[in-house]
T-cell receptor, first 111, second 115 residues
């Protein structure tokens, strides 16, 4: 079983839609959960970061973590064309350096 | 100005050439990382450094070497480039906290093509 599985997409939605992006993981040592956004020809940009189960909200973005099910989600409300990008989930665990990334979901929001 | 700066942004070179990619940061972070990104494979860690005297191999270090010249500078070298090293290369930094594993911050990458 792969350490991280991310819905591959691509995902295409109309402007204003609610978007749900999902990842599952298998390593119980993962304690920290992140979502990165990557625009074309740019580096990944940290979007959300959390270490506890539950929801964390930041503007139109909500990160949801369910450690018992080893499942994380990113919800985007009132999606905008500027949200069009690849979204990467990432995890780390314990005291080590390592981030484990999902392969990314390409999202397109159509005006 | 960008906090993590990578040079060059694009490079085309030939098989067998030696190539150096450079990364500098103004974030004051101790930890620095080199990744490559390939379609369908995601981001994979090549090397990482916790400080100037501490350098470690990542999951795909073969064919690569690094140098940590200062806290702010971390270079990646391909000693003899081969076509399957064609990829996007990213440098990242982080500032670990004893209680939480701080996330990494990325540069905008170097697009490397080896013919």
């Amino acid at each position: 079983q792969k350490e991280v599985e991310q819905d591959p997409g691509p995902l295409s939605v109309p402007e204003g839609a609610i978007v749900s992006l999902n990842c599952t993981y298998s390593n119980s040592a993962f304690q920290y959960f992140m979502w990165y956004r990557q625009y074309s020809r740019k580096g990944p940009e940290l979007l959300m970061y959390t270490y506890s189960s539950g929801n964390k909200e930041d503007g139109r973005f909500t990160a949801q973590v369910d450690k018992s099910s080893k499942y994380i989600s990113l919800f985007i409300r009132d999606s905008q064309p500027s949200d069009s990008a690849t979204y990467l989930c990432a995890y780390s665990g314990g005291s080590n350096y390592k981030l484990t990334f999902g392969k990314g979901t390409l999202l397109t929001v159509n005006p | 100005d960008a906090d993590v700066t990578q040079t060059p942004r694009n490079r085309i070179t030939k098989t067998g050439k030696r190539i150096m990619l450079e990364c500098s940061q103004t974030k004051g972070h101790d930890r620095m990382y080199w990744y490559r990104q390939d379609p369908g494979l995601g981001l994979r860690l090549i090397y990482y450094s916790f400080d100037v005297k501490d350098i470690n191999k990542g999951e795909i270090s073969d064919g690569y070497s690094v140098s940590r010249q200062a806290q702010a500078k971390f270079s990646l070298s391909l000693e003899s480039a081969i076509p399957n090293q064609t990829a996007l290369y990213f440098c990242a930094t982080s500032d670990p906290d004893r209680d939480h594993n701080q996330p990494q911050h990325f540069g905008d990458g170097t697009r490397l093509s080896i013919l």
